[in-house]
């Protein structure tokens, strides 16, 4: 009986994908004389894209042999008949077809994906049951030992998941925006660049997102390698802030530092992700138009670098938990951050033998967060 059911659901996707392309070709056909070939080839790869994305590949690739039919015989000269007349529509029509198939398998490879994405999602949310059900039976010291290897393990999966279907979509993208650029292409217009700069961008941020991930999973265990070398200290913020541009916004950023600082022995690239976490942190939780201050000095045989911001500030007893993976501050408007940047830039300064900490502003209300770095030496 389940497979007759399934046969009979697996039929219907199909003839609804049928019916939705003679849908389509209905209505542009009532509209032949004021579009062209090429608004006729978007619209129907627009249908293919919402048939994969709904039906499965199957009925995608079913609808873009039968679109391609129907592009023949209703559009391209001579109208009422598949033959072609003239030899450049072939090229026409096989770009057409080539597109609409591939963007059509690239839709349903993604609904996939987040079909794969969400299974995984409920097994961590049932895992995670499962580990509160044994924090409350086990001992306080063997649960949170339980607790730190499980999370270990479970960032390291979702990890995993997410740069793998990451890195086809952007190569696809990427692929796809190369086509844009092209002198025969269905996809040369304007609405459609932008989707798929949309798309790259949002790429970008879940990479971003997928890096912190990696970096903190490699300071949890213990896998951080510093690769030390004589860095000024003006350098390592220029290159912090340059990144951060986008995130201070409207926002003034005012660099402090002595006249002469001596070089420090650190890896630029970690010292430079921990200003960036720094800079981030106080991006989030300062009012636009407020300054964020940015200061060095050398306090005996350490560096010390501190980002100050004109936010609400964090509570004494908060100060030290901020610190702690995936724990976000509420400052009145809701959580921001996904808790990762000030566990970031504590293990990058612990790496380098240094502390990090939170105290009051100099002037007026806000957050500072400050931290040292040896110096180092010709031994070192």
Not at 210 to 229: F, N, P, Q, S, V
Not at 282 to 296: D, H, L, M
């Amino acid at each position: 009986m389940r497979r007759v059911f399934a046969t009979f659901k697996k039929t219907l996707r199909y003839l609804q994908a049928a019916l939705s392309v003679m849908a389509v070709t209905a209505m542009l056909v009532l509209f032949r004389v004021q579009i062209n070939a090429t608004t006729v080839a978007l619209t129907m790869t627009l249908a293919i894209l919402f048939i994969a994305t709904f039906m499965g590949s199957g009925p995608a690739f079913f609808a873009s042999v039968l679109a391609m039919l129907c592009f023949n015989y209703f559009f391209l000269p001579p109208v009422g008949t598949l033959t072609i007349a003239d030899p450049q529509n072939w090229i026409a029509l096989f770009v057409f077809f080539i597109v609409s198939l591939t963007a059509g398998q690239l839709s349903a490879h993604a609904r996939r994906r987040t079909e794969e994405a969400e299974a995984g999602r409920r097994e961590v949310e049932r895992l995670y049951r499962e580990l509160q059900e044994a924090f409350e039976r086990a001992s306080q010291a063997e649960a949170l030992r339980r607790s730190e290897k499980l999370k270990s393990a479970l960032l390291d999966a979702v990890t995993h998941d997410i740069r793998t279907p990451l890195t086809s979509i952007k190569a696809s993208v990427t692929t796809l925006l190369e086509g844009c650029a092209g002198k025969i292409s269905a996809f040369d217009g304007k609405m459609e660049r932008e989707m798929l700069l949309v798309i790259d961008e949002e790429c970008d941020r879940l990479n971003r997102y997928t890096e912190k991930l990696l970096e903190l999973a490699r300071i949890e265990a213990g896998e951080l390698r510093l690769h030390r070398r004589w860095e000024a200290v003006d350098e390592l913020i220029d290159a912090a802030l340059k990144r951060a541009e986008p995130l201070v916004g409207e926002r003034k950023v005012e660099v402090i530092l002595p006249e002469e600082l001596p070089v420090i022995l650190v890896d630029s690239h970690a010292v430079s992700e921990a200003i960036y976490s720094l800079l981030d942190n106080a991006a989030k939780y300062s009012p636009r138009g407020s300054t964020i201050r940015i200061e060095a000095r050398c306090v005996g045989e350490e560096m010390e670098i501190a980002v100050e911001d004109e936010g609400s500030g964090i509570p004494i007893e908060l100060r030290e938990r901020v610190f702690d993976k995936f724990f976000r501050a509420d400052d009145g408007a809701g959580e921001k951050g996904v808790g990762m940047g000030l566990a970031i830039a504590r293990g990058i300064v612990e790496a380098h033998g240094g502390r990090i900490w939170i105290e009051d502003p100099k002037v007026g209300q806000g957050t500072r967060i400050a931290f040292t770095l040896p110096i180092g030496d010709d031994g070192a």
